[in-house]
């Protein structure tokens, strides 16, 4: 078996506190620069993509670069998912990264960024992307259509972006998935989606590509079917107690994996994720 991509989470703090994101109870961590490099080397049969997310900001962990060139040295295409906060601090380092694909959360900014400094926080992004997109992917994300509390915002970075980018972008163009800015530069647009459990909604009857396109590990190595499950409430084994290639062909795997195959969420936290609505 071989995935399209594995998320792999290097932390779970994060510098942004927003209403809408999980709540874990796991204890904060950095994963160490050895326990990077072991998971890459557990994984590297299975993907030749790694995506830097499930919970946290990455661009906080202190030895970044590091993990970067580990990966990177191993021959690993990487995608990073930020807030977005923090890439003028890193700026002459990120330009010059071999990171293949930038994911932008903007509507993260809209609770941890004061108004008065959404400009300056979408001219750093825009600036950016830029001069990021002559070798890298920019995905600039508005994942919140359908709050009317996010419209005033989502209207404020609309007429931002289409002064940036000489667009002419409206509210009834969100609810295109991909808009093209420039070369390499998009507009993602999507629903503000329900984790796991924030609902009730028992669906058993539902398909989901977890554990056939892509996977999860955690921070302290647990394995997990997908970057929505932020709590481990599906642990499949942990990378650094067991072989990768046993966890992903373990009982628990197959299951979930043939149930979303013939339609039917088999665990839980799959029956009560608002993700794929």
Known sequence: MRFRKVYIEITNVCNFS???CFKSKRAKK????EDFSAILFSIKPYTDYIYLHVLGEPLLHPDFEKLVALAHDAGFHINLTTNGALLSKRLDYL???PIR???ISLHDAEENVSPDEWSSYLSSVFSFARQ??????????LWNQGSELSSGFNRFCLDAINREFASSIDENRLSERNIKLMPHVFLQNAARFSWPGAVRLDITSRSCYALDTHVAILVD?????CCLDADAAMPLGNVFLEDFGSIIESDR??????GFRNNEAVESVCRN????L
Request: charged share 15%; net charge positive.
């Open 18 to 20: 927003c209403s809408f």
């Open 30 to 33: 950095f994963i160490s620069p």
């Open 95 to 97: 330009l010059d990264s």
């Open 101 to 103: 694909q930038f994911n």
């Open 132 to 141: 990021k997109s002559l070798d890298s992917y920019i995905s600039m994300r």
């Open 221 to 225: 190595g647990t394995v997990v079917p």
């Open 253 to 258: 795997a197959r299951n979930i994996l043939a």
């Open 273 to 276: 994720c608002g993700f794929r």
